[in-house]
C-alpha cells in the first residue's frame, strides 16, 4: 500500500491542498450556474413563479441531494479504501457527462433521474476533498485551511450562481441549455487544472484491506453527531434560497442585473471572511465562532419574513446583509471542529457526514419549505422559517450542554 508522505506543514499552500482548492472552486462554479436556471429550465420560463410551480420544480431540484445523501456514505468509505483523489476526480468527470447530458432534454422525469446521479457525484467529490484538507492541514492551522476551503466552496457557489443568474436576463428561456454545456467545460477545466497541480506529488492509494464496518463505525458518534445535525437545518434554508431566489427576486423589485452583481460581490466578500473566521476558530474556540454564526442564521430568517410580509426596505436588506456575514463564521469552525473528531482510518467516511446532512437538509427542505408555499402561501414561509431557527438555536444548546458535561476530546489537534 502507498502512503502519503508527512506533509510539509511549514509551506503555506501544499500543492495537494492547491489541486483541491482550485477544483473545489470549478465544481462550485459550475453546479452554481446550474442551479440559478435550473427552477426556470424545468418551468420553461424564466420569472414569474407561482404558487402551482414551486412544486414540481422543488421536488425534481431535491432529487440531487436525494442521491447525494443516500450513496454519501458509500463514497466516503470508497475514498477510505481506494484513494481520495481517485474518487474525487472519478466524480468531476461524471458530473461533467451529466451537465452535457441535462443540456439534451427538458423532460421532469429524465431531468430528475439527471439530476439524481448528479448528486452521487457531488457527494463524491465534497467527501474526498474535505479528508484531504483535514488531513493535510497543519495541527494549529485546521480551522485557517477548512476557511480557505470553504471560501472557494461558497464563492465558486455565489460566482456560478450570479453567472447563470445573469443568463436568465441575457438569453431566452430556450437556450438554457447552453448554461449546462458551460458547466461541463468548466469542470472539465477544474478536473484538468487539479490533475496538473498534483502531476508528480506522492499520494496515497487507499486502504483496500479496510471493511466497510471499520470505516463507518467512527462516523457515527457523539460527538460527530453533535457537530454535524445543525448543518441539517441550515441547509434547509439555503437550499430552499439558492433554487428559487433567481425567479423571485424580481418580485421585490431587484433586477436580474443589480442581484447578479450583488452576488458577485458577496463572494469576493468571502475569500477575505472565511480564512479569517477559520483562524479565529483555531485561536478563541469553534463553539464560540459556531453560536456567532448560528446566531446569523436565526437572524437572518427573522429578517426574511419581515421582507416576505413588508415588501422590499432597505433596512431589511441591510439588516439581512449583516446577519449573512455574521453566519459566514458558521461554516469554518463547524467544519475545522468536525476535523478535530476525525481519525486518519475513517476520515473521509467522517467527513461524508457533512455531505449527507446538508443534502438531506437540502431536501427536506425544497420539499417542506415548496410543500408549505403551495398550501398557506407566505403563512407557509413564516412556519417554515420558525421551525428552522428554533431547531438550529435547540440544536446549539444541546452541543454546549454537551460540552459542559461531557468536554469531547479531539482527536487531531488540541481542543479550543
Keep these: 500500500m502507498a502512503t502519503v508522505p508527512a506533509p510539509d506543514f511549514s509551506r503555506e499552500h501544499s500543492r495537494p491542498l492547491l489541486a483541491v482548492f482550485s ?20 418551468l420553461l420560463r424564466s420569472t414569474g413563479l407561482g404558487q402551482s410551480d414551486v412544486g414540481e420544480a422543488g421536488l ?87 476557511g480557505r ?9 455565489i460566482a456560478g450562481y450570479a453567472f447563470g443568474f445573469g443568463l436568465l436576463g441575457a438569453i431566452p428561456n430556450r437556450s438554457l441549455g447552453v448554461a449546462f454545456l458551460v458547466g461541463a467545460v468548466v469542470l472539465t477545466a477544474g478536473l484538468i487544472l487539479a490533475a496538473t497541480l498534483l502531476h508528480g506529488v506522492p499520494r496515497a492509494t487507499g486502504r483496500s484491506w479496510l471493511s466497510f464496518s471499520e470505516v463507518i463505525r467512527p462516523a457515527f458518534r457523539r460527538g460527530v453527531l453533535l457537530v454535524t445535525m445543525p448543518w441539517l437545518v441550515i441547509y434547509m434554508l439555503i437550499g430552499t434560497a439558492l433554487v428559487f431566489l433567481a425567479t423571485s427576486a424580481t418580485g421585490i423589485g431587484i433586477p436580474p442585473v443589480y442581484l447578479s452583481l450583488l452576488l458577485a460581490g458577496a463572494g469576493t466578500i468571502l475569500v477575505v471572511t472565511q480564512p479569517l473566521f477559520g483562524r479565529l476558530a483555531d485561536r478563541v474556540g469553534r463553539m464560540r465562532m459556531m453560536t456567532v454564526g448560528a446566531t446569523g442564521f436565526v437572524s437572518v430568517m427573522i429578517f426574511a419574513s419581515l421582507l416576505v410580509a413588508y415588501g422590499r426596505q432597505d433596512a431589511l436588506l441591510i439588516g439581512i446583509g449583516v446577519s449573512v456575514v455574521a453566519a459566514l463564521a458558521y461554516g469554518p469552525a463547524a467544519l475545522a471542529a468536525l476535523a478535530d473528531l476525525t481519525v486518519e482510518v475513517g476520515r473521509a467516511t467522517t467527513m461524508a457526514i457533512y455531505s449527507l446532512t446538508i443534502s438531506l437538509g437540502m431536501v427536506v427542505g425544497l420539499v417542506a419549505s415548496t410543500q408549505l408555499y403551495d398550501h398557506l402561501g407566505n403563512v407557509g414561509l413564516y412556519v417554515f422559517f420558525g421551525t428552522v ?28
Excluded: Q
Design 60 to 146: 425534481v431540484s431535491a432529487m440531487a441531494s436525494v442521491g447525494e445523501f443516500s450513496t454519501v456514505l458509500l463514497s466516503g468509505a470508497a475514498a477510505d479504501r481506494f484513494g481520495r483523489f481517485a474518487v474525487l476526480f472519478g466524480g468531476m468527470g461524471g458530473a461533467a457527462i451529466l451537465f452535457a447530458l441535462v443540456s439534451t432534454t427538458r423532460s421532469p422525469l429524465a431531468l430528475g433521474t439527471l439530476n439524481f446521479l448528479f448528486g452521487i457525484t457531488s457527494g463524491a467529490i465534497l467527501a474526498p476533498s474535505l479528508a484531504i484538507v483535514a488531513a493535510r492541514s497543519a495541527p494549529n492551522e485546521v480551522g485557517f485551511e477548512m
Design 149 to 157: 476551503f470553504d471560501a472557494m466552496n461558497l464563492f465558486g457557489w
Design 389 to 416: 431557527a428554533v431547531a438550529l438555536i435547540v440544536l446549539t444548546v444541546a452541543r454546549y450542554r454537551e460540552l459542559a458535561s461531557f468536554p469531547i476530546a479531539p482527536v487531531t489537534t488540541p481542543a479550543r
Design 23 to 42: 477544483a473545489t472552486f470549478f465544481v462550485r462554479f459550475a453546479f452554481g450556474i446550474t442551479l440559478a436556471v435550473f427552477a426556470s429550465y424545468i
